[in-house]
């Protein structure tokens, strides 16, 4: 075995023991920089590389080389301006720097709550869609046909020309297959209701104004969030991604009867299928320590702030927990003290395993990099996290006989056409095409619910 | 006749029916100019304390949105009645978010508590360059230049923000806030502003400071 294949390995099983509730031989490290400040660290134009992704792979391999981590550092970009732009997107808009960001936008109307809890699906194809992106026009079938066409082939053309960079960059520095890798990606269904059909300034009315119909949304949303992240060959390595956003800006009486139990379940039904759950929790979720320990066993859970004892005594013994370096200080402050910070993180977070070093958050440019102070500290949780113990199993292990899905509504839509309906339409089907069209359906839903989140 | 006090409390506990129930009963009386006055003070102490109570946790930050559009809503009501009767102001606010920036929510939510609080605000919008800001500066003199960004290269923007002021000549008539989730005490002094804050409530209370 050459010395990559081995580190490699090694790497994966250091993620392997975090994933089975077993001490590793020392912490895994996963560091992520997005597509933009990989771009900007190689001194390209920021939007001409967001249109050739392709041009920013010799700037990836060079941040790979300087900065080390078990995972791939670079991860593509979620945020290709092309299909966006195609569709002119109000939900996606570039700002005058090259940033594609989420403006606060309503997709939804108060109005539609009735057609939505009704028909959840032809609902957001129908209305929000539409309304997110003005390029289908629903009184010009024939353009917006042609359109939603094009703007796919953009996005496929796009994540394509990113992937084999990663494969590139895996295979030369030998990083972990398994760390880092997502079984899937979708919201908490309050979450899906709240940023891209009602924005931020409707859900906060909708809270107050009517409770009983954002609680039916959710309910409404449940499948097709449900179907949105469900992997299709789940593996206990790869969890699905849920970026947890409202929490935080809400009561807690309003978060307890609204936003957490459709979530709740969720993830349940998720683990009851041998499907983990790796949540970020934007903001500080202290108030919420209770709640977030009685998600299924082994959650990963990524933390931006928040006490580092609390967090571990409440929850270390029963889930993965990662985040918490503040990823500002390395641009801001001296050497000394951001690796006294590492220290410090390593020291409370890293006893007894379940604990993956990362930063809280991404750095968003170039200027947040400061590659001295990243390696400095990556390489010193690599040296010095180092476990005794490796193989010990240590807390709670996941068992997905230990959760089971609660009755809920199936999805269905007429504009998602399941084999039966086909084969009744085209009698001379060859059942030989079943898999293949029901593909086909699949990527269509995946890739319209993709400009949802 | 209109309990002031009580309009007060139910802006301040967010329960809009009594709010809007209470302002209707009031317009049907067709109140004098001064009286719709009180009615609008009243609603602005309301939204102090919903500001005292998101300091102290009870309030987060959708009740502060919810807040704003119902003090919106409410002076809404009343302006047919206001007449030429005008709340005194107390300074003037040119407020933006940073160039590169396009997120406006924390942004609105410090506005309309500002203006709750007796401030006339000129909001510039999203994604504004430092032109702008200085453009908007000159016209309508100010007291208090608002800068917000929600992303980490807002700070920079932040900073040409106020260089470019400085260059104008006009940074030493005005004094500088900056806002949002980046914002730090160290940021604030590389950026060259005179305070900080992650919290509109705290930020209208420093604004508040600096006209008295």
Request: net charge negative.
């Amino acid at each position: 075995m050459s010395d990559v294949a081995a580190l490699q390995q090694e790497r994966n099983e250091l993620f392997r023991a975090v994933h089975n509730s077993k001490i590793p031989k020392r912490v895994p490290i996963s560091i992520s920089i997005p597509f933009e400040a990989v771009a900007q660290f190689g001194g390209l134009d920021l939007v001409q590389a967001q249109w050739q992704p392709e041009i920013v792979a010799e700037a990836a391999d060079r941040l790979c080389e300087l900065i080390f981590s078990d995972t791939c550092p670079f991860f593509g970009s979620m945020r290709f301006p092309s299909f966006y732009q195609i569709l002119d997107s109000q939900s996606f808009v570039m700002g005058s720097n090259g940033f594609i960001q989420h403006p606060e936008v309503t997709g939804m109307l108060p109005e539609d709550y009735d057609y939505l809890i009704e028909k959840p699906y032809d609902c957001l194809l129908e209305r929000v869609i539409p309304r997110q992106y003005k390029a289908l026009d629903l009184k010009d079938p024939v353009k917006m046909a042609l359109t939603l066409t094009k703007s796919y082939l953009a996005y496929r053309e796009d994540m394509g020309a990113a992937a084999p960079i990663i494969g590139m960059l895996t295979e030369k520095y030998g990083y972990s297959t398994i760390g880092g890798s997502f079984g899937g990606f979708t919201s908490a269904p309050f979450d899906f209701l709240a940023d891209q059909l009602r924005g931020f300034k409707g859900i906060s009315m909708d809270i107050r104004r009517m409770p009983e119909k954002v609680a039916a949304a959710c309910e409404a949303l449940y499948p097709i969030v449900f179907k949105q992240g469900l992997p299709a060959n789940p593996s206990i390595y790869a969890p699905v991604m849920f970026p947890l956003h409202m929490p935080t800006f809400m009561r807690e009486k309003d978060f307890a009867r609204l936003w957490w139990p459709t979530f709740k379940r969720l993830v349940d039904e998720y683990a009851s299928l041998g499907v983990r759950t790796q949540i970020f929790c934007e903001d500080d979720w202290t108030r919420y320590l209770d709640y977030l320990y009685e998600l299924p066993t082994n959650t990963v859970m990524i933390f931006e702030y928040g006490d580092l004892r609390q967090i571990k005594d409440k929850l270390g013994k029963k889930h993965i927990i990662t985040g918490l370096y503040p990823m500002t200080m390395l641009a801001r402050e001296s050497k000394e003290k951001c690796l006294d910070k590492a220290k410090e993180i390593i020291d409370v977070l890293a006893p007894g395993g379940k604990y993956i070093f990362q930063f809280d958050k991404q750095p968003l440019n170039a200027q947040d990099i400061n590659i001295e102070n990243y390696r400095a500290v990556v390489e010193y949780v690599r040296d010095n996290a180092v476990y005794s113990n490796p193989g010990e199993v240590h807390g709670l292990e996941f068992n997905p006989a230990d959760y089971k899905a609660e009755p809920r509504r199936s999805f269905e839509s007429k504009y998602f056409t399941v084999w039966e309906e086909f084969k009744a339409r085209n009698p001379a089907v060859s059942e030989h095409g079943k898999e293949k069209l029901q593909n086909l359906e699949e990527i269509l839903f995946q890739y319209l619910m993709y400009l949802l989140i | 006749m209109l309990d002031t006090d009580l309009l007060t409390k139910a802006v301040g506990d967010l329960d809009e029916d009594s709010v809007i129930k209470q302002l209707q009963e009031f317009a049907a009386t067709n109140p004098s100019p001064e009286e719709a006055q009180k009615a609008v003070a009243a609603c602005q102490s309301g939204m102090g304390i919903v500001g005292e109570l998101f300091e102290q946790g009870e309030y987060f930050v959708g009740d502060l949105i919810f807040a704003g559009e119902l003090l919106t809503n409410a002076v809404e009501i009343l302006k047919p009645y206001l007449g030429g009767a005008t709340s005194e102001k107390i300074g003037t606010i040119v407020l933006g978010t940073v160039a590169g920036d396009l997120h406006d929510i924390g942004k609105n939510i410090f506005k309309s508590m500002a203006e709750a609080a007796g401030f006339e605000v000129h909001d510039l919008g999203i994604d504004q360059p430092p032109g702008n800001f200085v453009e908007k500066v000159k016209e309508v003199k100010p007291e208090i230049v608002g800068m917000s960004g929600v992303l980490t290269l807002a700070l920079e923007s932040m900073k040409l923000t106020v260089d470019a002021l400085r260059d104008a000549g006009l940074r030493d008539s005005i004094k500088v806030i900056i806002g949002g989730n980046p914002v730090t005490k160290e940021a604030c002094e590389q950026i060259g502003a005179d305070a900080f804050t992650t919290n509109a409530a705290e930020g209208v209370k420093i604004c508040q400071g600096w006209v008295k």
